[in-house]
């Protein structure tokens, strides 16, 4: 027997539906909102893990450079004003690299901020960065007497600060000014010249050997062949 659809029933079963209605949608926005929700946590995580990182990059700097505060290892201990431990951001996607402190930077305890420094300091702005930005320090934290050549047993000696101090810091690039780094964080002896102009490996981080700041000051000509490994350097900083 057919059904007998009544207005009275008619009027219940659209109130039902219209009821479903609501249900449906209500559930759908709050599902959306969660996953919304869902989502600033995990972006919330992220930034809160970056912050611990960043925090965790200073933190084993200051202990890098506390173990070596009064460090005795080799001669130089005795002779500098100051150590030079390294100065810039503990999170730079790229670290400078030079020789060892003159002068001036061993007045201050501050690397490259000499006259070759302040050529440096002009490139990185070359490059659109700041000093804030980047990461400087070198192979010897200390002053050899006479700004002489580095010798063996005291790169022996420094160079596993120089060590945890790059693998704290994680950068992008390396870029390993002069001779001296570049042989001693390759560990080669071919000459910088036929090093640079091309990237290669330090445990897995892209590094590019350049001339000293300091040879340029010598040798200006020498600058564009500076600038064309710098453009390397700002392209691959932009992968
Ligand atoms: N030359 C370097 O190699 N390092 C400095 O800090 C200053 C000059």
New binding site residues.
């Given amino acids: 027997m057919a059904e007998i659809i009544t207005e009275s029933s008619q009027r219940q079963l659209r109130a039902e539906l219209l009821a479903a209605v609501k249900a449906l949608k209500s559930h759908v926005i709050n599902q959306e909102k969660y996953a919304v929700g869902m989502e600033w946590k995990k972006v919330d995580r992220v930034q809160k893990n970056l912050i611990v990182d960043a925090r965790n990059n200073e933190f084993d700097l200051n202990k890098i450079c506390t173990d070596m505060a009064g460090c005795r290892l080799c001669p130089l201990g005795i002779t500098r004003q100051n150590l030079?431990f390294g100065d810039g951001n503990p999170q730079a996607k790229i670290v400078f690299v030079?020789?060892?402190?003159?002068a001036?930077?061993d007045e201050q305890g501050l690397?490259?901020?000499?006259r070759?420094?302040q050529l440096l300091t002009k490139i990185i702005e070359a490059m659109g960065l700041g000093r804030k930005d980047v990461y400087?320090c070198?192979?010897l934290k200390c002053r050899p007497p006479q700004n002489r050549n580095p010798l063996p047993a005291e790169i022996a000696a420094c160079e596993p600060f120089l060590k945890q101090q790059l693998r704290s810091i994680s950068p992008q690039i390396i870029c390993a000014?002069?001779t001296?780094?570049a042989k001693t964080l390759l560990k080669t002896e071919v000459p910088i010249s036929v090093l640079r102009g091309r990237f290669h490996s330090y445990e897995g981080i892209k590094l590019m050997p350049t001339y000293?700041?300091?040879y340029l000051l010598r040798n200006p000509s020498a600058k564009k062949t500076v600038w064309e490994d710098v453009q390397l350097i700002m392209k691959e900083l932009q992968n």
């Fill in positions: 030079v030079g020789e060892a402190p003159g001036d930077e690397p490259f901020v000499g070759a420094g400087i070198n192979i000014l002069g001296f780094a000293h700041p300091a």
